[in-house]
């Protein structure tokens, strides 16, 4: 291949380049996001502003359009979003789990519990759902090797990572109401109960229960995660 700068001195040379590129030259997102943004750079260095304000346009209406969980901001610069990062921890998430036989099962009983929502909700598959979740973070907790408790409350407490006790406690507390709830983990108590499990419960605790999932686990680079890599 001729060098860059030979490349870049001849346009018809340069565009026969950029056309051949492949996904396979764009190892991961992070490779893709680094050269969305450093081809608006070259275009600018080409052909000034004109050029690459347009081509800012067409990414700006590409991300708009497909929902890339990215916000473009000037002159060029890709930021995550927080529904992004919220999708990259998710995906990672199961990426490495798929790696380890138990977390695999039971990252599978959460995901079937889930769709099942979709087609006959309910609030006992509502349960079901959080039950199974539950399952899957204290297996997750259990895999650190600092860790021989099995409840998830014991398991935070042997877990080094918390930045301040009430985060730590916020945690225990949930996993409190999943004990205490009838029907979700245990028979329950029923006096505690202040209304019925709906579908708004379940939105806020599978989002809050997910979110405590770096604390639990090392298996995750959450620098990583943020970065899109």
């Known amino acids: 291949m001729a060098?860059?700068?030979?490349?870049i001195d001849d346009p018809p040379q340069?565009?026969?380049?950029?056309r051949q590129i492949s996904a396979d030259d764009l190892i991961d997102e992070s490779s893709l996001l680094s050269f969305l943004q450093t081809a608006y750079e070259v275009l600018d260095e080409l052909a000034g502003d004109a050029l690459a304000n347009a081509?800012?346009?067409?990414?700006?209406n590409f991300i708009d359009t497909y929902n890339l969980n990215y916000e473009l901001r000037r002159p060029c610069r890709l930021y995550p979003t927080v529904p992004g990062l919220f999708a990259n921890l998710v995906q990672s998430l199961r990426n490495s789990n798929a790696e380890h036989p138990h977390l695999h099962t039971l990252q599978r009983d959460f995901d079937e519990a889930f769709r099942d929502l979709h087609d006959r909700g309910g609030e006992g598959r509502i349960k079901t759902c959080?039950?199974?979740?539950?399952?899957?973070l204290e297996a997750l907790g259990r895999n650190n090797p600092q860790v021989n408790e099995y409840a998830l409350s014991s398991i935070c407490d042997q877990l080094p990572h918390w930045p301040h006790a009430k985060v730590r406690q916020a945690l225990k507390s949930l996993y409190g109401f999943t004990c205490d709830y009838p029907g979700?983990?245990?028979g329950g108590k029923?006096?505690?109960?202040?209304?019925?499990?709906e579908m708004r419960d379940m939105l806020a605790l599978c989002i809050l229960f997910t979110g405590f999932t770096p604390y639990l686990t090392d298996r995750l680079d959450?620098?990583?995660i943020f970065q899109g890599r």
């Open 3 to 7: 060098a860059l700068a030979e490349i």
């Open 14 to 18: 340069s565009v026969r380049t950029f």
């Open 55 to 60: 081509y800012f346009n067409r990414l700006a």
């Open 130 to 136: 959080l039950q199974k979740q539950i399952n899957l």
């Open 184 to 186: 979700i983990r245990h």
């Open 190 to 197: 029923p006096g505690s109960v202040e209304g019925n499990i």
């Open 222 to 224: 959450v620098a990583a």
